[in-house]
């Protein structure tokens, strides 16, 4: 058997393809947070409990409601980007003129809220939710066993993120969202609703945080810290691949996922301190992240 | 000019008379010991269910109780709690202030076995009172033992020798640990380890991944490849449960390796759900439904949290604080730490929860321990059902003896 660092090269392609996965839960999460702040210059800390929102709504709908995965997948991106709406209208449009500290205080304030209250009714422990019956089961790849629901994850976060990064840099209504954050009073000159628009973004940028709740929901253990746990991860690959800019998030979130996989099989110990260790290195070399524009 | 200084003779005659009277009234108050039990535990974090809030429940009926039992008693109780949210420096402060500033006696509960061992030296330093429940590390009672500390529950030892000895005695003879990175994993790793080999089982590999790691593919992956019988999960709370239920999606069970939870909580059973935990081997000396006592305590305590159901971990706070508070009484003063750990050794313990039992000299509380399956769905009554008993490991059994576990105190 062929082996590279003492390591059987079959099992470096599941390391590597175990990587890429988690890489795309980094990148769903840093997708939107690089969405807001790119569009709203807002550093949305409340991300992480937003997805925990998502994870934690599929788990009511399903035994609340009876509403099952694939309804919770369309739902409960809705919901909490609902509840997202109401948070800009009623605290974030406030701040956009003032300092990015601000904007950063508020969502971590909420975050810390939200996380609380549902620890009060939920418990810390976790809530219980099984795998879609469609997407039991795996295959058998050769080098490694591939559930099914893990091919899911990275085809849908494949195809979500790339749809994301075309509809903002590629279509029209993208590039009067762009045009919106340089100069909206110009924008609106040209009869385009900017406020309308920046609250819809946010609103997206949650739902996909939501979205990407749910898709963990079946794999990882649903509890109110979930999302504290990941949040700081994200913030480093959003840092990493350069603040507000989409594709350098979409990029670093799946390249650091195969990274830490990596780091998993040489020095599993130092797994949750990779990222940072690249992201005081990427700071040092190119103060603006891999793809961010240099101000 | 005389009239004054009469007069200021008179008020000082009346202030000694008065200072001599509050110096009668105080000794006569002496005889009232005010006890500080401080619940040092994770209230928000991973451990918050399997001990936090609970705990705090748990010593408050622990209180109850003693006053209901002694009516006439002159301790009188005062509960404080605090988070240390799994940070030994957080944790270290908090019972350091406790103690130097608000007079807490004695300590209870503290999960993490890296935020006890430091508290455990605060209290030796100090000479106050610790009794935990909720921290793993056989080194509490071991290398690490103290003449002020109490370790109720259970420990690692205790969970090795139970889940450890029946699966490699059922033939699961070749074991990969995935194991905490932290004092706690370590001890646990260790010691089942050297279950395993003493009785005949093998070691294949093992990884450590980071406390609070959500993603076990990748160490998952690596323990499928070694081909091991066992997994052995040497971990707790969250990451016990992300990788049970992460091993089920990665058919580690259907492919023929079974996995050993180490140190599971009634806490964790419900949060994977029967579904996922169905099957599963375990090592607890406390279930709620065990008898009619536990039940009705169990009913008690949910009137505080409704629809939890309590570990063995707030289980062992009760009872702990319980014989503190006996021992206080006995000895009539709380003072000397040292002097009512010793009491506490003295008395035979007796509690509803863990029925009569004994402290060892190196602190170690011995009771029996009992191995659990967790039920299949279909065989579960409703919420809170969980468990079939397999196996009791009698209390001289339990635990790690005495002369093992290299405590300076078992010499002598």
Request: charged share 15%; net charge neutral; with cysteine.
């Amino acid at each position: 058997m062929i082996t590279i660092f003492g390591i059987p090269s079959a099992a470096l392609f599941g390391q590597l393809l175990i990587g890429l996965i988690n890489g795309s839960f980094y990148a769903l999460l840093s997708l939107g947070l690089a969405v807001i702040f790119g569009m709203l210059n807002i550093i949305n800390f409340a991300h992480g409990a937003q997805y925990m929102l998502g994870a934690v709504a599929a788990f009511l709908m399903l035994n609340f409601l009876g509403v099952n995965y694939w309804g919770a997948l369309i739902l409960a991106p809705l919901i909490v980007g609902a509840i997202g709406i109401v948070i800009e209208r009623t605290f974030l449009q406030w701040l956009y003129k003032l300092d990015h500290l601000y904007g950063l205080l508020l969502t971590f304030g909420l975050a810390l809220i939200i996380e609380g209250t549902a620890r009060n009714y939920l418990g810390s422990a976790g809530l219980p939710y099984a795998l879609p019956e469609a997407l039991r089961g795996g295959q058998n790849l050769g080098f490694m066993f591939l559930p099914n629901y893990r091919a899911w994850v990275i085809l849908v976060s494949l195809v979500i993120c790339f749809g994301t990064w075309y509809a903002i840099e590629r279509t029209r209504l993208g590039a009067y969202l762009r045009a919106a954050t340089e100069n909206p009073t110009l924008v609106r000159a040209f009869g385009i609703n900017v406020p309308v628009m920046i609250t819809l973004t946010y609103g997206f940028g949650v739902a996909l945080a939501a979205f990407a709740g749910v898709m963990a929901a079946p794999i990882y253990n649903v509890s109110p810290q979930m999302g504290a746990e990941l949040i700081i991860v994200v913030f480093a690959v959003v840092v990493i691949g350069g603040m507000g800019s989409i594709l350098g998030a979409i990029l670093t979130g799946f390249g650091l996922g195969v990274v830490e996989g990596l780091t998993k099989v040489f020095f599993p110990e130092a797994s949750n301190t990779v990222i940072f260790v690249v992201m005081a290195i990427v700071l040092l070399v190119r103060p603006a992240g891999l793809f961010g524009r240099g101000t | 000019m005389e009239m004054k200084v009469v007069k200021r003779t008179f008020a000082l005659a009346a202030q000694i008379t008065g200072f001599a009277a509050a110096l009668a009234c105080g000794t006569a108050q002496a005889q009232q010991i005010n006890v500080k039990i401080g619940a040092l535990t994770d209230m928000s974090s991973l451990y918050a269910d399997l001990a936090g809030p609970g705990t705090v429940e748990a010593v408050r009926l622990a209180v109850e109780d003693f006053q209901k039992a002694n009516p006439n008693s002159n301790v009188k109780v005062e509960i404080v709690s605090a988070d240390h949210q799994n940070k030994a420096d957080i944790g270290t402060n908090i019972a350091n202030q406790w103690i130097d500033r608000e007079g807490v006696d004695v300590i209870v509960d503290t999960p993490n076995s890296g935020v006890a061992l430091a508290v455990n030296e605060i209290i030796r330093t100090k000479n106050k009172v610790f009794i935990n429940s909720g921290a793993a590390s056989s080194d509490l009672t071991g290398a690490k033992c103290s003449p002020n500390t109490v370790h109720w529950t259970y420990d690692t030892w205790m969970l090795a020798n139970g889940t450890g000895k029946a699966i490699v005695k059922n033939g699961g003879d070749t074991w990969f640990f995935l194991t905490a990175d932290y004092a706690f994993g370590h001890a646990l790793e260790r010691d089942t380890a050297a279950v395993v080999e003493a009785n005949g089982g093998k070691l294949v590999g093992k990884v450590r991944h980071p406390i609070n790691t959500s993603d076990f593919s990748s160490f998952l992956l690596q323990a499928q490849s070694s081909k091991a019988k066992i997994i052995g999960l040497a971990n707790a709370g969250g990451d016990t449960i992300n990788s049970i239920k992460q091993a089920a999606e990665f058919g580690i069970v259907a492919g023929g390796q079974s996995l050993a939870g180490l140190l599971v909580f009634a806490s964790d059973v419900n949060a994977l759900g029967l579904q996922s935990a169905q099957g599963l081997i375990l090592t607890n000396t406390f279930y709620w439904d065990a008898n009619d006592q536990t039940r009705a305590w169990t009913k008690r305590w949910q009137q505080a949290r409704p629809g939890k159901i309590p570990t063995m971990v707030q289980a062992g706070v009760y009872a702990g604080t319980l014989h503190y508070l006996k021992a206080v009484a006995a000895l009539k003063s709380k003072d000397d730490g040292k002097a009512v750990v010793a009491e506490m050794k003295k008395l035979p313990t007796d509690d509803v929860l863990f029925g009569k039992g004994t402290i060892r000299v190196d602190g170690r509380k011995i009771h029996p321990a009992y191995l659990y399956e967790v039920k299949k769905p279909a065989e579960s009554k409703g919420p809170g059902d969980i468990y079939t008993l397999r196996a009791t490991i009698p209390a001289e059994e339990a635990f790690r003896p005495l002369k093992d576990g290299g405590c300076p105190l078992a010499n002598g």
